[in-house]
């Protein structure tokens, strides 16, 4: 069931990732040729991009995550005995579960108080807070993640090293 879990969020992360990526790159794109074309560009390019570029980075970090791809303190990998490292990772998974939870939270009320004040965006003229949202769902997404790791620590991505191995493998 956990394996599912990770797999569908993954799944859910990456074609939000591409998909705003995307979106991203064909209105900067159509911005770019239209000014070059026209001499004026698309007034509100800039804010959907601004929008797409939150979508990529909020659900970019999952993607990071599920890959052991996200960055770390290598320098500090040899500090505690090995025999350490099973309770260090679920420490460490655990942790950044929390962490990802009060973000979460922390933005959730964020969300909150600008739908109740009705906060609009200048240039496109529509509510904030839908594209505000992200923020808090990828957190908990991102948790969610993270608290499986910590629960079943076998289903944690082995971290990739320069030449090709693992960390597990080059230990």
Same mark, same amino acid.
């Given at each position: 069931?956990?394996?599912?879990?990770?797999?569908?969020?993954?799944?859910?992360?990456?074609?939000?990732?591409?998909?705003?990526?995307?979106?991203?790159?064909?209105?900067?794109?159509?911005?770019?040729?239209?000014?070059?074309?026209?001499?004026?560009?698309?007034?509100?390019?800039?804010?959907?991009?601004?929008?797409?570029?939150?979508?990529?980075?909020?659900?970019?970090?999952?993607?990071?995550?599920?890959?052991?791809?996200?960055?770390?303190?290598?320098?500090?990998?040899?500090?505690?005995?090995?025999?350490?490292?099973?309770?260090?990772?679920?420490?460490?998974?655990?942790?950044?579960?929390?962490?990802?939870?009060?973000?979460?939270?922390?933005?959730?009320?964020?969300?909150?108080?600008?739908?109740?004040?009705?906060?609009?965006?200048?240039?496109?003229?529509?509510?904030?807070?839908?594209?505000?949202?992200? &923020?808090? &769902?990828?957190?908990?997404?991102?948790? &969610?993640?993270?608290?499986?790791?910590?629960?079943?620590?076998?289903?944690?991505?082995?971290?990739?090293?320069?030449?090709?191995?693992?960390?597990?493998?080059?230990?």
């Amino acid at each position: 069931m956990a394996k599912k879990i990770l797999s569908r969020l993954t799944l859910i992360e990456k074609w939000m990732t591409f998909t705003a990526f995307l979106i991203l790159v064909v209105v900067m794109f159509a911005d770019v040729a239209i000014r070059e074309l026209s001499g004026t560009g698309l007034h509100w390019s800039r804010q959907i991009g601004v929008y797409a570029n939150l979508f990529v980075v909020m659900f970019g970090l999952g993607v990071a995550s599920s890959e052991s791809a996200h960055l770390r303190p290598k320098f500090a990998d040899n500090w505690l005995p090995e025999s350490w490292n099973p309770i260090l990772e679920r420490f460490q998974e655990g942790l950044m579960c929390l962490f990802c939870l009060v973000f979460s939270i922390v933005a959730t009320q964020v969300v909150i108080e600008t739908f109740n004040d009705d906060v609009q965006s200048m240039v496109l003229r529509i509510a904030i807070w839908p594209f505000q949202a992200i &923020i808090p &769902i990828a957190f908990f997404m991102t948790s &969610i993640r993270h608290l499986i790791y910590t629960m079943y620590p076998n289903l944690r991505p082995v971290i990739p090293i320069n030449n090709g191995d693992t960390l597990k493998e080059a230990q």
